[in-house]
């Protein structure tokens, strides 16, 4: 599958964006889609995990609240919601999928710097700043 993420760009603090992760090559409704973010000098983490099926969802405690991601399968397509921007959300945000196994939680498929993501999209910039 390859991914296309975009939507990203210049945001006050407080606004809100939607990112999102258009798949090619296979529909995205049997795959695990999740959201990273890496800010400069920073390594890459996990913000936010969806699964296939039920489409259970895992945030970081640092967008918990903010950030909601949800799928339109008929446009292939998963988005990030992030609303209630702040300055430390600046990064560059990627998306990235892998077949979803039965029975993997969301939490684990965002584990780590590169979850258990094989599939990756380039990165959109955000940049959150008054």
């Known amino acids: 599958v390859q991914l296309q993420a975009s939507g990203g760009g210049l945001m006050q603090p407080g606004g809100s964006l939607r990112l999102s992760c258009t798949a090619s090559?296979?529909?995205?409704?049997?795959?695990?889609v999740g959201w990273f973010r890496q800010a400069p000098g920073k390594e890459r983490e996990g913000v936010g995990c969806?699964?296939?099926?039920?489409?259970?969802?895992y945030y970081a405690d640092s967008v918990k609240g903010r950030f909601t991601i949800s799928s339109d399968n008929a446009k292939n397509t998963v988005y990030l919601q992030m609303n209630s921007l702040k300055p430390e959300d600046t990064a560059v945000y990627y998306c990235?999928?892998?077949?979803?196994?039965?029975?993997?939680?969301?939490?684990?498929?965002?584990?780590?710097?590169?979850?258990?993501?094989?599939?990756w999209g380039q990165g959109t910039l955000v940049t959150v700043s008054s």
């Open positions: 990235a999928a892998e077949r979803d196994l039965v029975g993997t939680r969301p939490h684990w498929y965002c584990s780590g710097s590169r979850g258990m993501f094989g599939s």
């Open positions: 969806i699964t296939s099926g039920d489409g259970s969802t």
């Open positions: 090559g296979s529909t995205l409704d049997r795959y695990a």
